[in-house]
């Protein structure tokens, strides 16, 4: 007998995965990760390159700004003469990043920003001419090779008098000359050529030899970037070159031949 305005009884049931189910999703996404983790991971990569070749673009495009205000002529090594010069040494501190610094045409050099390429680790970051060595430096120095100037220069000779780096009009191959790049000591092995190498914070061209730790303090490019190192030319255009390209002065970049 059923009571009047009742409803007839219904039963609930509840759809669920089962276990093997579950194991399969599971595994699918499992997959997807696995495929994903690669491309995010180049992903990050290029973005660090990105980043690194718009630093350097900044950079070069402050030593171009600085030669339009100083008689066409880049930024200085260091304000001083030349290294320990028993006459006319070098100034501790006023190195060229600080010149470029203080000078507006980019931040403070201590606040990182452009100065610092993103593949440069934090156990890189070791003091060297007073600052911290954040991943860039200019090409200079080839006292071996008498008779050719190097392009950035100290800003005075032994005697005192005023020297400076090249002029821009002086520099007849802007488009294949090093003017500030990627250097430093990489720690990530897998930005390590296999030869090794080691450098410090500014750029020094090959030894006849193509040794460069033959140097007192060894100078060289930093291959941070998939093996390669980024180089921002004195016509302000940036290149990523392997190591082997630098180490052999490919199209002359450290300008041992001719400007």
Partial sequence: MSLSGSQPCHRVSFLAFTLIELLVVIAIIGVLVSL???????????????????NLKQ???????FASDNNDQLPPLNSGGPWNHPVTPHDPTNWWYRIVANEKYLPSHTNGGVWRCPEVADSELN????SKVQGYGPVEGKTYIPGLPAIIRYGKDGNGSATGSCRLSEIARSSEVWMVGDVGVPKNRNQVPASGYRTDM?????HP???WGVHTIA?????????????GFVDGHIEAWVYADFASNKHDVFALRSR
């Fill in 36 to 54: 994903l983790l690669p491309a995010l991971g180049g992903a990050r990569r290029k973005a660090k390159v990105v980043k690194c070749t718009s």
């Fill in 59 to 65: 950079v070069a495009t402050a030593f171009l700004l």
């Fill in 127 to 130: 003091t060297a001419f007073g």
């Fill in 202 to 206: 500014v750029t020094f061209a090959p």
């Fill in 209 to 211: 030899q193509r040794l």
């Fill in 219 to 231: 100078k060289q490019p930093a291959c941070r970037h998939n093996l390669r190192g980024n180089v």
